[in-house]
């Protein structure tokens, strides 16, 4: 799977703040049958108004980058939006084949960026390092907001917080779901 850059910000958009290396923020999208074109390309023109964007958004079968990797993104509330080097959403779907195909692709690239930034491979534990839904962020004061993602999305698609965790520290493999760097 290779990103796309249609709706990546450009330099005058975003944040020019690098960001730390804590964790890897897990979103996912509430918008039913989104694609990740469409909010990707709705958090693009939606910069100078509403000021929310993550680095990556994934579907099925796209990848479209938004902030730049390695940069503050406004996606998980403060503090935790200058604490990772990477926000992911996931698009939600009805069609469980489309779904899961979704997750193993988001699933992999947690890994991948965890791996690029030295991040454990660790689900919302007690430190303050690894990877993190965005409901582990508000539950622990690290956000601002009061989103419980991806965790309804997940429950929907019968993955618990251990099957989550054990696909993050495995992952999957396979020609279908291989990052593109």
């Known amino acids: 799977m290779k990103r796309n850059y ?7 958009e ?29 958090m693009k023109t939606g910069i100078n108004t509403s000021q929310t964007y993550v680095h990556l958004v994934i ?38 084949k489309r779904a899961m195909k979704a997750y193993k692709h988001y699933v992999n690239w947690l890994r991948w960026s965890a791996k690029k ?21 508000v539950q622990h004061g690290y956000s601002n907001t009061n989103h419980t993602d991806p965790w309804g999305y997940l429950t929907k698609l019968g993955i618990s917080k251990a099957q989550f965790a054990k696909d993050l520290k495995k992952g999957f493999s396979g020609k279908n779901i291989k990052n593109t760097k």
């Open 6 to 12: 249609k709706y990546a910000l450009s330099d005058n």
């Open 14 to 42: 975003g944040s020019s703040h690098l960001a730390k290396r804590n964790f890897i923020v897990a979103h996912s999208t509430a918008t039913p049958n989104g694609e990740a074109w469409a909010v990707a390309r709705n």
């Open 117 to 137: 930034y030295g991040i454990p491979l660790t689900l919302d534990n007690d430190k303050p390092t690894g990877i993190k839904t965005h409901a582990w962020l």
């Open 59 to 96: 579907d099925d079968e796209n990848i479209y980058q938004v902030g730049e990797v390695g940069y503050d993104a406004w996606g998980a509330g403060m503090p935790a939006n200058s604490m990772a080097p990477v926000q992911i959403e996931l698009c939600e779907f009805t069609n469980h």
